[in-house]
């Protein structure tokens, strides 16, 4: 099935703008942020403390201003109220800035459809309504949830980009270990066990549309911090595994590597073998 390109299309008066779409942001509130929750971003275009490129294809981006994002369960059981829907150019999901009753205020991760002046809580046993802050045990199955922590106390870790969400499942019964944990399905078709004490967010993660987006332009990419990539193949065989040869020769490898020389196209990473009995069904 094809997906639909829910994003907003420009006039097209250049051969860029003829591909090129945007998101939708007419639910943003505000263009200035809040200045007590900014810190300046230091740029280290992919390299690491030595100096050395360990990222490659980083560089250039536009000037930015990190946003301190905060969790609704710091203030458990303190109603919060959303004062605006702003952007956040460090990641994909719009942000929303709430005041709680003591006038302090916070960044969150905006759900989809939440509107400025809405009430939230975090809470063992708040209602099942966008924004709010519940434990997995007290969420009924099928209902959709973000930022879900993966151990108790952990703060989110899971389902924080935009338009994603996970599902409850299913509700251990009986006796023993297992009985703790709760079968959640999370948007690459994993289901994982988790544990019914963690706390998860109620609804989807906001701008749905960004993956419809066509960039449209190279000079698009390069605001973003995002330099041009060269294949391995066409490089000389110092830069990478794939380079040398006279013409266009294939890779010359029995499979592909990375600069530095390690497998990568299909190679599975994962390593973590100590959390492997906590994936009922691998993704895809």
């Known amino acids: ?39 300046v ?10 100096g050395k490129i360990s990222i490659p294809h ?8 990190l946003r301190i ?4 369960q710091d203030k458990l059981d303190k109603p919060a109220t959303v004062k605006t829907i702003e952007y956040d150019p460090n990641r994909t999901a719009r942000i929303m800035l709430v005041e709680f009753e003591d006038k302090s205020k916070k960044y969150l991760l905006a759900p ?31 209902t959709e949830i973000y930022d879900i922590e993966m151990e108790p106390g952990s703060r989110g870790k899971l389902v924080k980009s935009a338009g994603s969400a996970a599902s409850v499942l299913a509700k251990a019964e009986g006796q023993g270990k297992r009985a703790n944990y709760i079968q959640v399905k999370l948007p690459s078709g994993e289901i994982r066990l988790i544990h019914k004490e963690c706390y ?13 987006v066509k960039i449209g332009k190279a000079g698009r990419s390069r605001w973003k911090g995002i330099r041009p990539y060269v294949r391995g193949k066409v490089k000389n065989p110092v830069d990478h595994p794939h380079g040398g040869g006279e013409g266009r020769n294939p890779i010359g490898l029995k499979y592909p590597k990375s600069p530095t020389g390690k497998p990568t196209v299909g190679k599975k990473t994962r390593k973590n073998k100590r959390t492997q009995r906590f994936i009922v069904k691998r993704r895809k």
């Not at 998860?200 to 419809?212: L, P």
Request: no cysteine; hydrophobic share 30%; aromatic share 4%.
């Open 1 to 39: 099935m094809k997906k639909k390109n829910l994003a907003l299309a420009y006039k097209p008066y250049t051969p860029s703008r003829r591909s090129m779409t945007n998101e939708d942001f007419s639910e943003i509130t505000t263009k200035k942020p809040y200045k007590k929750l900014l810190v």
């Open 41 to 50: 971003q230091k740029k280290n275009s992919g390299r690491d403390k030595s």
């Open 58 to 65: 980083r560089g250039g981006q536009s000037k930015r201003y």
């Open 69 to 72: 994002i905060g969790s609704l």
């Open 112 to 142: 989809l459809n939440i509107k400025v002046g809405t009430i939230i809580i975090a809470s063992e046993k708040a209602k099942t309504s966008i924004g709010n802050r519940i434990k997995l045990k007290n969420i009924l199955t099928g």
């Open 200 to 212: 998860a967010s109620i609804g989807r993660v906001s701008n749905i549309v960004h993956s419809t």
